[in-house]
C-alpha cells in the first residue's frame, strides 16, 4: 500500500536509514511465493533481502545473520512506516552501553507506542536462540515455539514515561493504514524527516486523528 506515492516499506526503510548507529539494513521475510512481491520491491531500494521459513521467524533472523554478519541485530517490524530513528539510535545506545544480551523499548508499563518498537540482540544471543527453538521444535513438534531466555540472560529496556503502550501507530488492520496515511499526507510533503515529536504535535490540533478508528494514537 502507498504511503506518500511510495510502497509502504519503502517509507518505513527511508526512516530507518537515518538511524546514525545502524550500520546496515537488510529485510527478512519467507520463501512464500506471496513474499516475492516484496523482495523486488527492496532489493529496487538496494537494500538486502533474505528469505527463510515462512513458520520461523527465528531461523529466518539467524539466517539473515549467517549471510550478512553483525555483531548486534536490531529488529524493528515491518508494520512501523512511523518509526524514530533516533529511538532505534536509542534502544542500542543503552544495549551497547551496559553490554546487554538483549534490548526492548516495549516493556509492559513504560513501553513506547505500538509501531516504535525496537529490539536488540546479540549475534551470540540471536544463535543461540535460534538454535534452542529448533530443539525444542524437534522435541515437541511445535511449529513456532518461543524458547526460555538463556541462563545468565541479560536483558534491559527503554522505559518510556509516562506509558505509552496504548498508543497505536503499527499498521495492521485498514484504519490503521488510514491513520498512517493521513500523518504521511499532512507532514511529508513538507518534510521527508519528520519526527516523532511532528507526529504528536499534528495530532494535538487534529482530534479526529487523536483517536482515528476509535483507537489511541496519541
Known sequence: MPLARAPLIVRQIERMA????????????TTDPADDVLEAVVRRE???V?????QDELARLA?????????HVARVGDDSPLIDPELIDA???????????????????AAWPAGQ??????????????????ALRLR????????????RWSSLALLAQPDQGEVRWAVESPADYAFVAAVY????????????????RLLETRPDLATFGGVRRL
Open 185 to 200: 499526507d499532512a507532514l511529508y510533503p513538507a518534510n521527508r524527516a519528520f519526527t516523532s515529536a511532528d507526529v504528536r
Open 140 to 151: 515437541d513438534g511445535d511449529a513456532d515455539p518461543t524458547p526460555p531466555a538463556p541462563d
Open 91 to 109: 534502544t542500542l545506545d543503552l544495549h551497547l552501553a551496559e553490554n546487554a544480551d538483549h534490548t526492548t523499548n516495549r516493556s509492559p508499563g
Open 46 to 48: 538496494a537494500i538486502a
Open 18 to 29: 537515518r538511524s546514525r548507529r545502524v550500520d546496515r539494513l537488510v529485510v527478512s521475510t
Open 117 to 134: 518498537g525496537v529490539e536488540v540482540i546479540t549475534a551470540d544471543g540471536l544463535r543461540r536462540l535460534a538454535a534452542e527453538s529448533a
Open 50 to 54: 533474505h528469505r527463510g521459513p515462512p
Open 63 to 71: 539466517g539473515a545473520l549467517e549471510a550478512y554478519p553483525a555483531d
